[in-house]
């Protein structure tokens, strides 16, 4: 799940090097922007990352306990199935020590089961596929009585994860791609050592060789879902890429021949670039790099790399940007999105379905898409605005134009078919723009100027900087230093302006011809709650007479609009010659 910020750096202010990204200069934003649109520009099929997947995970606690305690209510998951449907990729945490706590009571465990495997089936029945988190050590299998304890029985553990992949994927056939653990560098998720975790994935490996002997069946493995990219079980910093959990899992597969067909790890923040342009010490891309891993190693180079847990986040458990200001992470949505497919990730997975509880005293981060309230004894719950935004996700059409808007938050995703066109339209503000940017640059840095940049960052002289309180000019710095806050104060500006400030697009189109019927639907400031999900505009447009559209986008709002071929009036059937009209009749009688 998320990280826990007592396994990152030993650092005050950790956060600064976590993110790397060669910033790209833009043009400088404006308070009005024109654009244009031309639809016979080069298109290609609307990437997977852009489908609205979800992590099914919520709540946290049940009353029933027959129904996975992990997973959202049913009421939600019907509510996503009947407005969105399952037709991407879904993560479902599979507890094993839950399960196994039920052994004595085989018809609760039975149903218990039934209802994990219909979740499984509703989402293969509508062509999505499902990434099943296996995690859960039960109790006499561990190294001590917890769930989070790695399996000091290897054997009866390999026995019982077999005996799970062969009912689903060999035997009932379901569509599932297998991931060992959940964040297994926290301690709060994994209380084992590194090497304990290299032996649980071996065992679930050698589980699914031996089936794969059996059956024919090729069954997808991977992991290892850490709490961020750069991450290991020991503490670990961006600048020792190689000592990450991910490196070494690559390299202890390659070592013991043992699968690894998709590659996964969390990230969470507010900077929506996290992956595009992030730089490493080795001077390439995050993806770029962890291919080049994989490819040495001699795995497939297009290996899967899927983050599979992500969401806003400021380093808070509650927050009013993912709660009575979701409006926020709404926008923040197709902002990541948008990023993720130009680093050349190959898929993502949002966290989560509902907010997640962790006990019965409160909720411990609201980072659903729905929020619940936990007094109630029947279901009682509220869609958040960022419901409606994967909402406007499902309503993209099938093809991706090649086109973008040159802006540090004004961004677009223009889709097309045959008969129509969807864009969506998105203004998202990084609160945390500055530091975001320090973050992606440090990496940049030699030792010496590295640790004076922490050194403001960590004092009260950053937020002076910022404020324009402390000038820059009066402080002695390296000029990469200086470079670097000059650039994070420009940033800095930027953001509190457009926090507050409306701006308007000028919308045109080239290509586009005939009748169309426009809806446009919205997310903004002005909902939060169980918003309405219907057009706030409505109208024809005649591109044969073409004329812009004028969109007013207000601060962290996103807007789909959506473009539809009207058919061509038919047109009246000519008469038949056996067939004499009145004033052929006529005519007819006065020239007799």
Known sequence: MNRNLKSLFFLPFFILSIFVVNFSAQAQPKEQLEFSLDVNSRAYPLPKIYRPNMDLSGRGFHRDPAWPQSLAAREVLGLWQKDIGYQGFYRVQYNLWEIAQLDKDKKAQGVLLSNYESVIKSVNDQGGVVILDLFGTPAGLG?????????????????????????????????IWYEVWNAPDIDDFFLGKRAEYFNLYRCVAEAVKELKRETKIHIRLGGPGSSCWFQNLDANTIFTPEKSLIYELIKYCYSYKLPLDFISWHAYSSDPGLEENQNTVYGNSVVGLIRDWAEYFHFDRATPLIIDEWNFDRNVNLTQDRADKSYITASFIPSRLKSMSAAGLDNQIY???????????GINRNLGVFAFDAERTAYKGSAKASYNVFRM????????????????????????????LALLVYNYI??????????????????????????IIKSDRFEKILS????????RLDDSVRGILSKAVELDTLAKKFISTDRKLKLSFKGLKEVYAYSRYMVSGSCAFDCDFSPVEEKELDFDQPQPLDLDLTPYSVQLLVFKKKPAAALAPAPSSATTTAAETARNAEGK
Do not use: H, W
């Open 393 to 420: 996700l499902a309503g993209l059409e099938d093809y991706l134009l090649d086109a973008k808007i040159e802006d540090e938050f004004i961004g677009i995703i223009p889709t097309k078919s045959k008969d129509a």
């Open 430 to 455: 990084d609160p945390d723009i500055a530091v975001n940017y320090i973050s992606r640059n440090i990496v940049n840095l030699g030792a010496s100027p590295r640790k004076v940049l922490l050194n």
């Open 351 to 361: 966290f989560a379905l509902e907010d997640f509880q962790i006990d019965k005293e």
């Open 468 to 475: 324009k309180s402390l000038d820059l000019s009066t402080l």
């Open 143 to 175: 190294r001590v009585l917890d769930k989070n304890s790695p399996p000091q029985n290897l054997k009866l553990f390999k026995q019982l994860v077999k005996n799970t992949i062969r009912n689903l994927s060999c035997e009932k056939k379901y569509n």
